[in-house]
């Protein structure tokens, strides 16, 4: 046979590319439950913002990681991996601006019982659903708020209400 018809040889060896040997832990870890020590850090995180609000010391710190649990359960009803029958996000989205409109008029910084209520409702709502969900439902949930807070902050979000913590200057 002419050496015409055969393929050309090849003038680099064979060499495969590097498998990574941890590919699949992380399909694994998005299958798997949140862990307990992650439900704990969350549940204790807002546990302290409800107490901080009932206590008329929230800061900053506090306030958003209410917004960002009240986010969070609103968006994983928005993907169905929860369900709100009760309106426990509405309710707790109307305490917070309560709050925060009462405290910028008039300064005042105390919580009424019905929303301290809402925020409770809230704070125990969060920890029975984080212990219902994966690593990565929470994830994509994450992704979701993200993308709309930046949408909300920007003017994007139809129907979004924006409740800033700080007076500009």
């Known amino acids: 046979m ?3 018809a055969q393929r050309p040889k090849r003038s680099k060896a064979y060499r495969p590319r590097p498998v990574n040997p941890e590919a699949h832990l992380v399909a694994i870890q998005g299958v798997a439950w949140l862990s307990r020590d992650d439900q704990t ?4 995180a807002i546990d302290d913002a409800v107490r901080a609000v009932a206590r008329g010391q929230a800061s900053q710190k506090h306030w958003s990681e209410i917004f960002h649990a009240v986010n969070l359960v609103e ?3 928005i993907m169905r991996k929860a369900q709100d029958p009760d309106g426990l996000v509405q309710a707790a989205q109307y305490a917070c601006e ?6 910028r008029e008039s300064g ?3 919580a009424r019982a019905a929303e301290l209520a809402a925020l409770n409702a809230l704070r125990s709502g969060w920890v029975e659903l984080m212990s219902g969900i994966t690593q990565a439902e929470r994830f994509q949930a994450g ?3 993200a993308h709309r807070v930046r949408r909300a902050l920007a003017g994007g979000e139809p129907g979004a209400r924006v409740i800033h913590l700080l007076e500009p200057a």
């Open 2 to 4: 002419p050496r015409t």
């Open 41 to 44: 850090v969350w549940a204790l």
């Open 98 to 103: 309560a709050i925060l409109g009462r405290q």
């Open 108 to 110: 005042v910084r105390a």
């Open 143 to 145: 992704e979701a708020v």
């Open 75 to 77: 968006q994983l009803v």
